[in-house]
């Protein structure tokens, strides 16, 4: 008996939306600032469902205009919806273009939507025994299945695909047959979609209306059956309640028709596929593509490269195996890409990469590399923890396509006898030594007492200044910029389980890899160097990026002693602390349950408890019980602050009272955290390994986790220098306004100099309940807070918080005008810029979105403060550092979290580092507001700062 044929029909927009919001707060953007989310959410979902299922045919319907139908039925139909955001708009031809290269038809009729035309088509198949699958998240598809019509929900969030049959459908909306969805949503109505349902009814009961009455119709026949306010309400509304019906019903009789031939799978035109994602800078879908196509061959990888299809010249024939993955035998004619090139590799470019060997080579090596300008250098060691790493070898190059190779040997004496020969170019005043994560390299070489000097050049720091929104690894930045795909490391030594060291991989493998990444990085750092002047961002690299490196080094290197006595204590208080909690939680519960399981603290919280008449739910139906969700409710209802504490708790001991132990390393006895330089747009520095930056300091017991960090003997203490209030100084100064600058040129509090204004009462009359809602809103102002937003945060009312709102705005006149220059200079330039020049792009400046403009908006007033106060203390740092230097001071900077600096200080020092850090700070950079640092000195972090 023949297999049925399988229909796969795809909801386009539904996927694309997914796509877009999955990634909206991590976007991906290309080089030319194109945010391509859209484009590879979707993507990513067509080629999962291809690989996974192996469809027959397949096609993507897409809306166009609008339902006319439905719109003429209700004006009002889909009329509260936010207008598409531009980069989905823009995302639509250019998807449109990628199925027409995969030779997968597009389906759209003017006037009609993706669920009618796949409604139609699903039909249609159904009656030519086709087993029908409708991809797409959106649960209204659900009337339309049937023995051989099936939903595929795609895989998200970490939840896996799901498939509804019959009884899928039945179970969800709790219905005896598909058809009566229909029903259901017509009774409850759609927000998303406008459709107004009946009033008063919602799931439970459209459901039970079901059960009882079988069909709105069945309902109205037996109107006499209800009582109260619901039969009043649902008898008023039938004309409503049997429209919104209409509206909620999938059109199965569109002018579309299921052409079997057309929809079947075919090979696609790679070339055509491969430019468009070359122009994406897709690289990992274009691997993923070739790999997915050739599969199930044995064409000796036929569509990689041109070399590969020279060896095998037979056309495939049924039955050889040689099946794409659309099932079709493939021809080679099909498969032939001797246009297109893809990606330079090892393979297919001359390349000249020489090993060094010891003796008279390596000295003529080093007296031809002494002769140059620039050289790029690349360590290659046994680990990526460079206290455990042990040098393999360090790949150089100074021209293209050039590069050699000096392995290093294992015994320790050796290889630091090896090193010192090469002293003379790592300690050269002129050479410039390029890298990519050069930081990483400097740490490398101190553990083996050599010091990097002279000037450098870091290619993923570079990158970052001239693109900060885009990702800079060094597989991406070749890729994208000289369209050249390095050999990936795992190739050579593989991953999970039976990973090898480095060491162990053969030498002529380890120098034509080492050699590349050297080659490549010296490639671009010759590009970056003309991007630097063209985006006017040298200075900002030269003067801070680039001297910084070696500073963060030298912190990293030293790091800070922890008290490991201390933190099991406080570990084993917590534990009591967690487990009272957790006794008052099930009083007030009046039960046990795992506290820890959204599930089931929903259900107590929500189902038992009904804490909230109508609870936010999750789209699995679950309540919701978010950080966001919980905390709104918290001031209402204690048990839902008791259990945020538990949580709260719970992440601290777990996070960093038991964490921060293991993560002392052994060779030092020592913390080491690791300061990212290319991760936050802003320019702000982030710290990992631990994440010293993410400790609460809100809560007591947040705080005494800093009290763990301390000096490194008795003869040394703790100094923490923080500025204070930096970015409102920061605001004050950008803004221009008098009032701000006067007060902390006299040096008032500001808050309470703020709500003597706001609330009309003399500056000694301020209340404490006062300030604190002065404070809410200066801080608030950066980052555009609501009345809604400040409501949330203070004891006022949603109109006092507005008021409040409009009455700082009259106060600080030009702060409002600031703001508004400030939105319009983005949305004439497509950036901002710090005091320093460094920029944010922001691409959504004049979305036609709303939600999607208003936080491009916010960005472009809060990037340049927050990203100023960044700048400001990154210079501070390393002006500090060249005073350590040149007093020759014992004094160590350790630490930098926000706006403060840590140091451990020999108290024979004290006087004279303090004195040094508050100037350094202070006059780190000169605005019309001064700059005011607090420095405080301590036996550990908490009593310093």
């Keep these: 008996m023949a297999q049925q044929k399988r229909l796969f029909l795809l909801d386009a927009y539904a996927l694309i939306f997914r796509g877009y919001y999955a990634l909206i707060k991590n976007p991906r953007i290309n080089s030319k600032g194109q945010d391509t989310s859209a484009i590879m959410g979707f993507v990513n979902s067509l080629f999962d469902v291809i690989k996974r299922e192996k469809p027959d045919h397949l096609a993507v319907c897409f809306d166009k205009g609008g339902s006319k139908a439905r719109t003429e039925m209700f ?17 639509i031809p250019i998807i449109q273009d990628i199925l027409k290269a995969l030779h997968i038809p597009v389906i759209e009729l003017e006037g009609l939507e993706a669920d009618d035309i796949i409604g139609t088509l699903a039909k249609q198949a159904e009656k030519k025994d086709y ?41 969800r909306f709790g219905v005896e047959k598909p058809e009566q969805v229909i029903d259901y949503l017509g009774m409850m109505g759609d927000a998303s979609d406008n459709i107004p349902g009946l009033p008063g009814v919602g799931d439970k009961t459209a459901k039970k209306f079901i059960k009882q009455f079988g069909s709105m119709e069945g309902l109205y026949e037996n109107i006499d059956q209800l009582k109260g306010k619901m039969k009043e309400k649902v008898q008023a509304n039938e004309e409503l309640g049997k429209l919104s019906k209409k509206l909620a019903t999938i059109f199965t009789d569109c002018d579309v028709e299921f052409d079997e031939q057309d929809f079947e799978l075919s090979p696609p035109d790679t070339e055509k596929l491969m430019a468009l994602f070359q122009e994406l800078e897709f690289r990992r879908l274009s ?26 010249q037979e056309k495939p024939t049924a039955g050889s195996g040689q099946f794409s993955l659309f099932g079709n035998a493939v021809n080679q004619e099909d498969l032939d890409t001797s246009d297109f090139t893809g990606y330079r590799n090892l393979e297919n470019t001359a390349h000249y990469y020489q090993l060094i060997e010891t003796g008279k080579p390596l000295e003529l090596f080093i007296k031809q590399m002494l002769k140059q300008p620039a050289v790029c250098f690349d360590t290659e060691t046994t680990s990526l923890n460079t206290f455990e790493a042990e040098l393999v070898g360090i790949a150089f190059s100074w021209n293209k396509n050039k590069g050699y190779y000096l392995p290093f040997p294992e015994d320790r004496q050796e290889a630091n006898a090896l090193l010192d020969q090469l002293e003379v170019f790592f300690t050269h005043e002129s050479i410039i030594k390029v890298g990519q994560n050069l930081k990483y390299d400097i740490k490398v070489l101190a553990q083996y007492g050599m010091e990097l000097k002279g000037p450098i050049f870091d290619t993923m720091l570079a990158h970052y200044v001239i693109n900060p929104d885009m990702r800079h690894n060094m597989d991406v930045l070749a890729e994208t910029y000289l369209n050249y795909s390095p050999q990936p490391i795992e190739e050579l030594i593989g991953k999970g389980r039976k990973k090898i060291s480095m060491r162990e991989v053969p030498l002529e493998q380890q120098k034509e890899y080492a050699a590349e990444d050297a080659d490549i990085t010296f490639q671009l750092k010759e590009y970056f160097g003309q991007e630097l002047e063209a985006t006017q961002t040298k200075k900002l690299y030269e003067e801070i990026e680039l001297p910084l490196v070696k500073v963060l080094a030298r912190m990293e290197l030293e790091g800070i002693r922890v008290n490991q006595d201390f933190l099991e204590q406080l570990s084993q208080a917590l534990e009591k602390d967690i487990l009272a909690l957790e006794k008052t939680i099930y009083q007030e519960a009046g039960e046990s349950f795992n506290i820890g399981s959204p599930k089931q603290l929903g259900e107590i919280l929500f189902g ?18 978010a950080e966001d969700v919980l905390s709104y409710l918290a001031s209402e209802h204690q048990i839902i602050a008791d259990v945020l504490a538990w949580r709260g708790l719970m992440k601290l001991k777990s996070t960093y009272v038991d964490a921060l132990p293991q993560q002392i390393q052994e060779k030092t006895g020592r913390i080491h955290t690791e300061y990212m330089q290319t991760v936050a747009a802003t320019g702000r520095l982030s710290s990992n390994n631990p994440n010293l930056q993410n400790i609460p300091i809100r809560t007591e017991r947040g705080r005494e ?13 703790l100094v923490a220098a923080d500025y204070s209030q930096i970015e409102l100084r920061i605001i004050a100064a950008l803004s221009q306004e008098d009032t701000m600058i006067e007060a902390f040129k006299n040096g008032e509090d500001i808050h309470a100099s703020t709500a003597a204004k706001v609330f009309d009462v003399p500056l000694a009359d301020v209340t404490r309940e006062q300030r604190s809602n002065a404070k809410t809103v200066n801080f608030g102002i950066i980052y555009g807070v609501s009345a809604f937003g400040l409501s949330n945060q203070t004891d006022m009312s949603r109109s006092e918080a507005g008021d409040l709102i409009k009455t700082y705005y009259k106060t600080y006149p030009k702060l409002r005008d600031y703001i508004d220059k400030q939105i319009e200079f983005a949305r004439e330039n497509g950036y901002v810029e710090t005091v320093l020049g460094r920029r944010r792009y922001l691409k959504d400046i004049n979305a036609k979105n709303n939600v999607v403009r208003s936080a491009a908006e916010r960005n472009a007033v809060n990037a340049p403060i927050q ?38 200080v020999p108290k024979s020092e004290l006087k004279e580092l303090k004195q040094m850090v508050q100037y350094e700070m202070e006059n780190a950079f000169k605005l019309s507001v001064p700059l005011d640092v607090e420095v405080g000195v301590g036996n550990n972090w908490l009593e310093a700062h």
């Design 75 to 91: 004006g009002e139909y889909k009329a509260n919806r936010d207008e598409t955001p531009d980069v989905i708009r823009q995302s």
């Design 131 to 171: 087993q029908v699958f409708m991809v797409t998240p959106d649960k209204d598809f659900g009337q339309l299945v049937s023995e051989n019509i099936f939903m595929y929900r795609p895989a998200r969030m970490g939840n896996a695909i799901e498939i509804w049959g019959i009884e899928e459908v039945k179970k």
């Design 287 to 312: 691997e993923q593509f070739l790999k997915m196509y050739n599969e199930q061959s044995n064409n000796n990888g036929g569509l990689t490269t041109p070399e590969a299809n020279k060896t095998s």
């Design 608 to 625: 038992k408890l009904k804490l909230v008449e109508k609870p936010k739910k999750t789209k699995t139906g679950q309540y919701s019980t």
């Design 705 to 717: 986790v800093r009290k763990a960090f301390i000096p490194r003997d008795e003869n040394h203490v």
């Design 867 to 904: 990203g100023s106060a960044a700048d400001i203390i990154k210079v501070a740092m390393i002006n500090i550092q060249n005073q350590l230097e040149a007093k020759n001071l014992k004094s160590k900077m350790l630490l930098q979290v926000h706006d403060e600096l840590i140091f451990d």
